[in-house]
């Protein structure tokens, strides 16, 4: 090998990489319509939960049962809105913290992710089994005929298939695809 | 179209080479490369209406650079990762722009320079973090800041790696 190559630092070395220009004004674009996106995702955010703002402003007559599935559902939806907001946030700005903090706080993220994922996963088998099962004590309890009962039952049990089923490979898929992310950065960073 | 920060230009134009240095650290591929250079430069742009000169500019951008970079390595999940290919590729473009050199001087350097890319792409991040720092010219004390490590790590981690990196050259 030529001497004076041998002898590069290698400093020198990394300085002789080849670069490339960027177009600015495609930069200054692309960086203007993420930023409106992100507004515009954060606006939508809160106002998910503005139906329950219904609830407030016209005095709506509930059973106390529905009065407390409407105050979880609320609440649930406030928590989550805040996670998406944290989120966005982060995916914005997150960027400025040292990178070893970084690195962590992503990593925490792709775990949660997974976690919800999970979570979600089992609510969907979770809520078939209960709404069958909640309906087969209804049928039992009114005491209906034995056939129309087994022919609802039939339906109810179809459609909640059809809507658990992708709901449920969807959020396997997602949490795999979290787990993975998570334990590769997790490999890269060990 | 809403406004670019003020020092926005000037940065890319003054760092572009330097950023562009930070997406090879983490993408052997040439096109990916080019996406995750554009997305550092997006990042940047964002990060820019923010700052308020608590930190020099080159060590808020590269500390913004590197962590899109760890973002992008989610990403390689799943990929498949064509280094040789990739690699072949760009030997190939660096050995044919320069007329100034004698042609086997220019490979020869092009191919030290894709060894050192090589190694470091090999690195645990951290280490890769640290190393492309300071063959940047970065001080220990910048290198620090914006890896959240200390001063006398940041030393150990830079002697340690330099070898590691310069026996991987001389035996490839």
């Known amino acids: 090998m030529n001497k004076k190559l041998k002898n590069d630092s290698l400093e020198n070395i990394w300085q002789q990489q080849a670069t490339h220009e960027i177009d600015l004004d495609d930069i200054a674009k692309l960086a203007s319509s993420l930023q409106r996106k992100q507004r515009f995702y954060i606006a939508l955010d809160i106002l998910s939960l503005s139906p329950f703002a219904l609830l407030f402003l016209f005095d709506i007559q509930l059973s106390f049962a529905m009065k407390l599935f409407f105050t979880c559902l609320f609440v649930s939806g406030l928590v989550t809105v805040f996670y998406f907001i944290k989120l966005r946030w982060l995916a914005a700005f997150g960027d400025m913290a040292n990178t070893s903090n970084f690195a962590l706080s992503l990593l925490r993220q792709y775990q949660n992710n997974a976690r919800i994922a999970k979570i979600n996963k089992h609510l969907g088998w979770l809520s078939v089994v209960i709404c069958i099962g909640a309906a087969t004590i209804f049928q039992i309890v009114d005491d209906v005929e034995f056939t129309p009962a087994i022919k609802k039952l039939g339906i109810i049990s179809f459609i909640m298939l059809v809507v658990a089923t992708p709901w449920c490979l969807w959020a396997h898929k997602r949490q795999m695809h979290f787990q993975t992310k998570a334990e590769y950065l997790k490999n890269n960073l060990e | ?172």
């Not at chain 2, 209406?49 to 760890?70: D, P, Q, W």
């Not at chain 2, 044919?96 to 350097?109: A, H, Q, V």
């Open chain 2, 1 to 172: 179209m809403s406004q670019s920060p003020p020092l926005f230009e000037s940065v890319i134009k003054q760092y572009s080479p330097l950023l562009f240095r930070v997406a090879s650290t983490y993408e052997a591929n040439t096109s990916i490369q080019q996406e995750l250079f554009q997305e550092i430069c997006v990042s940047i742009w964002l990060a820019l209406k923010t700052y308020k000169g608590e930190a020099s500019v080159k060590t808020f951008i590269l500390k913004v650079a590197h962590n899109r970079c760890v973002t992008h390595i989610g990403k390689e999940v799943g990929r498949f990762k064509s280094h040789e290919a990739a690699d072949a590729a760009s030997l190939a473009d660096q050995s044919l722009f320069s007329e100034k050199l004698s042609l086997e001087n220019e490979i020869e350097r092009s191919q030290k320079v894709q060894q050192l890319l090589n190694a470091i792409r090999r690195l645990k991040l951290p280490a890769r973090q640290v190393i492309s720092l300071s063959l940047e010219g970065l001080r220990y004390e910048d290198i620090s800041e914006i890896c959240g490590i200390s001063v006398s790590n940041v030393g150990v981690t830079i002697k340690r790696v330099k070898e590691q990196l310069r026996n991987e050259i001389d035996h490839e």
